[in-house]
């Protein structure tokens, strides 16, 4: 199964909302991206107080939380995630340990 097929069927499998920022046609087989671009997921992870909160689609409404998952015509060569919400105990921290990015054609 290519990959892209592989990616539409676990986020229909799961509910994910990767597809709210992705056109349809580029999950569809024989549409989108085939040669034309690159699929680039971000997973960014913040701690705060022992908690993980994990996000991997753009958010433009808080751009302390948001990440570079998208399609572009070139693959993404580092992890693009939001600052997070700051430095002190109670606040969202960017926890790089846990976070990572991906690509596909």
């Given at each position: 199964?290519?990959?892209?097929?592989?990616?539409?069927?676990?986020?229909?499998?799961?509910g994910?909302?990767?597809?709210g920022?992705?056109?349809?046609?580029?999950?569809?087989?024989?549409?989108?991206?085939?040669?034309?671009?690159?699929?680039?997921?971000?997973?960014?992870?913040?701690?705060?107080?022992?908690?993980?909160?994990?996000?991997?689609?753009?958010?433009?409404?808080?751009?302390?939380?948001?990440?570079?998952?998208?399609?572009?015509?070139?693959?993404?060569?580092?992890?693009?995630?939001?600052?997070?919400?700051?430095?002190?105990?109670?606040?969202?921290?960017?926890?790089?340990?846990?976070?990572?990015?991906?690509?596909?054609?």
């Open positions: 199964m290519p990959r892209l097929a592989r990616l539409a069927a676990v986020a229909a499998a799961t994910a909302l990767l597809l920022a992705v056109p349809a046609s580029a999950v569809e087989p024989g549409g989108g991206l085939s040669g034309t671009g690159f699929l680039n997921i971000h997973q960014c992870a913040y701690n705060s107080q022992n908690q993980i909160l994990t996000t991997l689609l753009p958010n433009s409404n808080t751009p302390a939380f948001t990440t570079g998952t998208g399609v572009t015509p070139a693959p993404d060569t580092a992890l693009n995630c939001g600052p997070g919400t700051g430095t002190t105990a109670t606040d969202w921290e960017l926890f790089a340990l846990d976070s990572g990015s991906s690509r596909t054609t």
